[in-house]
């Protein structure tokens, strides 16, 4: 059965003044998979998020998501998408509760619907116990559950989560991975995510696409991939070190390991 495309790029591309984040990048993303997007830091996976969600708008090129252009309507893809950024997204200060209340009116949600919503999404990411208390106590794994709630307020039809479990001790990823899953089957969200965790990767994705240096190096299925790189035993390891590899003379700039420290630091 041939699956409906749920968001296609075509050409997307991003320059800060004479630096290319993001070149010329053409993949597409079947409605209720799980697709990552994959590479070095630096290689322009946050930019290409921040064009498909029209916090940045193209240099040039477009994405169409759900038959709607990023470039012509993107007040139309507000209401169809959630993200979920790098950074941290909700108020330290406030109670889960109250952190998904606000989203609720943010998007207009009649104030009964709005506190069941809050209430069934509170339930579907397990923080019905820690609702009522401040979020600066909860741990980075609730930070992330709440903020993907968050993002679901309006029921959009795709997320986009930035590294949704940098940071995380290995219970709280695997908490986060089991809830994104749960999501695929549920509701059948379509998820685009980023991470550097490559065996999250290749358990999660049912594509995936290497970035490096702006480029599309490689897309895929996990094993079409792990295949493609001619080793017996290969890893997504080894599949991303094989396209994404970068010639030893490349240094990397004080901003992008200034990002990478930024990253890792986010919910320290
Ligand atoms: N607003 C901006 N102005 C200038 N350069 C930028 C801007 N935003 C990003 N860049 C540059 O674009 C490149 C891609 O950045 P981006 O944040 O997309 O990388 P990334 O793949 O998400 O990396 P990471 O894995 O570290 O999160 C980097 O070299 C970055 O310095
Ligand atoms: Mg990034």
């Known amino acids: 059965m041939a699956m409906a495309l749920l968001l296609t790029t075509q050409y997307l591309t991003k320059r800060f003044h004479a630096f290319t984040a993001l070149d010329a990048l053409t993949i597409s993303i079947e409605e209720g998979e799980i697709f ?33 252009s ?14 979920v950024p790098q950074m ?21 949600l009649p104030s009964q619907e709005a506190k069941q ?3 069934e999404y509170l339930g579907f990411m397990e923080l019905q116990e820690a609702a009522h208390k401040p979020v600066r106590t909860y741990s ?17 039809k795709m997320l986009f989560l930035d590294e949704p479990t940098t940071g995380l001790d290995p219970i709280g990823v695997q908490t986060v991975w089991q809830h994104i899953l749960e999501l695929k089957k549920q509701f059948n969200t379509t998820i685009l995510l980023t991470t550097h965790i490559m065996d999250e990767a ?20 996990p094993e079409e991939l ?7 035993d290969s890893s997504m390891e080894d599949v991303f070190i094989h396209y994404t590899k ?4 490349s240094e990397r700039g004080f901003h992008e390991v200034a990002t990478e420290r930024k990253t890792t630091r986010r919910l320290g």
């Open 36 to 68: 990552s997007l994959l590479g070095p830091n630096g290689a322009g996976k946050s930019t290409c998020i921040k064009l498909l969600t029209t916090l940045l708008k193209p240099s040039s090129g477009d994405a169409i998501i759900d038959g709607v």
């Open 70 to 83: 990023v470039v012509d309507h993107p007040f139309r893809i507000r209401r169809l998408i959630g993200y």
């Open 88 to 108: 941290i997204s909700v108020d330290g200060t406030l109670t889960g509760y109250e952190n998904l209340l606000l989203f609720a009116k943010l998007y207009d």
């Open 117 to 119: 919503r809050v209430n």
């Open 140 to 156: 980075g794994g609730m930070i992330r559950r709440l903020e993907i709630a968050q993002s679901m307020m309006h029921r959009p």
């Open 202 to 221: 290749d358990k999660l994705s049912d594509h995936v696409a290497f970035l490096s240096r702006g480029k599309l190096a490689a897309v895929g299925t």
């Open 226 to 232: 792990k295949k493609s790189v001619q080793s017996i």
């Open 246 to 249: 970068e010639s030893p003379d």
